[in-house]
């Protein structure tokens, strides 16, 4: 009997947890636990018909005369051998821990399918979360797509800052040939044209920086990642990072490379701050005399499957 309230406790609220049938719940444990009783009825009387359990009477000659002091006789030998504590701990054991933890397994199976979709995106949303570094500013910030109406501001973004991050790792003349071979209208609308991705940050509606990736099978390259050199605007290169891993992340690349001057220690700080790593070292011959000796860095993306 108190097998049979634990039981009905125990399913009950096992039941209410999973919005299930708290009635049906509750008859199939206490339907289990009779039903384990009855086995272990028909073992005993299969040991007695054997005489591999011998109370003194013979069960297959039993009669309305001696069948009392028969059940006296089996229930006095049962008491002394602990059979019905053992029987009820057994029962205790299956009914009320397998049995429950298989039923509690299989709903919690069930809700997590039904939920699927929105677990996946919880998922996606905390993986996102990782791998982002928070930006901590007062500005109000926004991504413009580069497009006819503002495709001006990205070479006069572009000519504030190179003069100025590398005025002291490459000479003036380079800088003002790389900046006309890479930041001339005409080979900004080529890139956009050839599906490659130009955003501007704008940070209280001013324009201060700027990126430019492409996507390449399984990775995205990150050719330009640009902000103003202002102290009210410091960190805000971590948004426009951002901005290109969550592109990352939302369309399913494995990874981000890039490449960075060898001697522009703050930049390759920046990018080891963000997990990218030093895969190796090349030259690029740009014309006219000059080359980039870079670093190429590599950040893996981490996908939810």
Not at 13 to 41: R, T, W
Not at 229 to 234: G, L, T, V
Not at 264 to 281: H, L, P, Q
Request: proline share 2%; glycine share 4%; hydrophobic share 45%.
């Amino acid at each position: 009997m108190f097998l049979i309230i634990i039981f009905s406790f125990q399913y009950f609220f096992l039941a209410k947890v999973f919005n299930k049938n708290k009635l049906k719940a509750i008859l199939s444990a206490l339907g289990l636990y009779f039903l384990g009783n009855f086995i272990f009825g028909i073992g005993l009387f299969i040991l007695l018909s054997f005489n591999v359990i011998n109370v003194g009477f013979d069960v297959t000659n039993l009669d309305p005369n001696n069948i009392n002091e028969f059940s006296k006789t089996l229930n006095q030998y049962l008491v002394e051998n602990n059979v019905p504590i053992i029987t009820e701990v057994i029962l205790f054991v299956l009914v009320g821990m397998v049995y429950y933890n298989y039923v509690k397994n299989k709903w919690m199976k069930e809700v997590i399918a039904d939920n699927e979709p929105f677990i996946k995106e919880i998922k996606e949303q905390v993986t996102k979360i990782q791998q982002l570094i928070p930006v901590k500013t007062n500005c109000y910030l926004h991504f413009h797509d580069v497009n006819a109406t503002n495709i001006h501001l990205v070479p006069q973004l572009a000519t504030e800052i190179w003069n100025h991050c590398y005025k002291d790792i490459i000479s003036q003349e380079q800088i003002d040939y790389m900046l006309n071979m890479m930041y001339n209208q005409e080979k900004i609308n080529e890139n956009l044209n050839n599906g490659e991705h130009w955003k501007i940050l704008k940070a209280d509606n001013v324009p201060v920086g700027y990126i430019h990736f492409k996507e390449e099978d399984e990775k995205l390259f990150l050719s330009k990642i640009y902000l103003l050199q202002d102290e009210k605007y410091k960190g805000l290169g971590q948004a426009l990072l951002n901005e290109v891993i969550k592109f990352a992340l939302d369309n399913k690349f494995k990874s981000i490379y890039l490449t960075v001057n060898k001697n522009n220690s703050k930049a390759i700080r920046f990018y080891e701050k963000n997990n990218f790593t030093n895969v190796k070292s090349e030259t690029f011959d740009i014309g006219n005399g000059y080359v980039m000796d870079d670093f190429i860095f590599e950040k893996k993306i981490v996908q939810v499957v």
